[in-house]
């Protein structure tokens, strides 16, 4: 069978898959913290026909001659850029100014997500738009965190205040301090926000909700609070919008368009060839 029905086929599954990432970017453009990702083409092995040989004293060298045999889809990539900041006045919406994810409880492991839509439940834990618990850190006498990450609840240190005294307010600071005003007319810090970093964001692998999980090549989430390293700031009242870009998308839909109608012309020219070839016998 010739070579370019093969490789016609190929790109229509390549682009195929490039319309298919396209949709769901452009499904997901006003989806909260969501991030595009996009499509990277490899060609495949290709066939040696006639191997390269070096020169000698009677007759230069010679290249290879070599036939592509179609092309394979060599990744997805994820945009990490930052969106655009939505304000909406609610004191547990967070935004992450920067590098950085929120950390949320889901059963037994940590899932990881930009989009800050949290609220507190009827127990007071702080959670997001699914239920997963957002993590955090329990704070000392000093007001630093201590020990290791946990459900972030406004009765945190209910235990330590003074007989009668309830919590009347609370906010939300650029490093993730929940602050709360008491009916003692005390300030006091009640927990942090946790912020996990990653040496290859890239390589999280998405679980949906618009939340990530570790994978083997995005390395360990490295666990600290806002403002601490590379991690960035957090803005309270505000959410982070969709970081797709529609202008982007569409020319996207055109190319694997256009590519998918150049491969398929590919299939039905090299289907013409066939049909000669058999009409030999008739002639």
Do not use: W
Not at 57 to 75: D, E, M, W
Not at 98 to 115: A, C, I, K, P
Not at 153 to 173: C, Q, R, T, W
Request: hydrophobic share 35%.
């Amino acid at each position: 069978m010739l070579r370019s029905l093969f490789a016609g086929i190929s790109g229509l599954r390549a682009n195929q898959t490039m319309l298919d990432v396209t949709g769901n970017n452009i499904a997901n453009a006003n989806t909260t913290g969501f991030k595009s990702s996009s499509t990277v083409f490899s060609d495949t092995l290709s066939q040696m026909l006639t191997a390269a040989s070096g020169g000698n004293a009677s007759r230069g060298g010679t290249n290879p001659i070599q036939v592509g045999l179609g092309v394979q889809l060599a990744s997805t990539s994820l945009n990490f850029n930052q969106g655009s900041a939505e304000t909406t006045g609610r004191p547990t919406d967070l935004m992450l100014q920067g590098d950085g994810m929120f950390v949320l409880r889901d059963g037994q492991e940590n899932v990881y997500t930009r989009n800050g839509a949290f609220s507190f439940d009827q127990t007071g834990d702080l959670v997001a738009p699914d239920g997963t618990r957002v993590q955090g850190y329990a704070l000392d006498a000093n007001g630093q965190p201590t020990g290791g990450l946990t459900d972030l609840n406004l009765h945190m240190i209910d235990s330590s205040l003074p007989a009668g005294v309830e919590l009347k307010s609370y906010d939300i600071s650029s490093d993730g301090m929940i602050r709360g005003v008491f009916s003692d007319g005390v300030q006091r810090n009640i927990g942090q926000v946790a912020v996990a970093d990653f040496n290859n964001p890239q390589g999280l692998e998405k679980v949906g909700d618009t939340e990530f999980r570790e994978s083997a090549n995005s390395g360990a989430a490295q666990l600290g609070v806002a403002g601490q390293g590379q991690r960035g700031q957090i803005m309270a009242g505000a959410l982070e919008m969709s970081n797709v870009d529609l202008s982007q998308e569409f020319t996207n839909l055109i190319l694997a368009q256009r590519g998918f109608q150049a491969s398929a012309r590919v299939i039905t020219t090299s289907d013409s060839v066939l049909e000669e070839l058999v009409n030999l016998k008739r002639q």
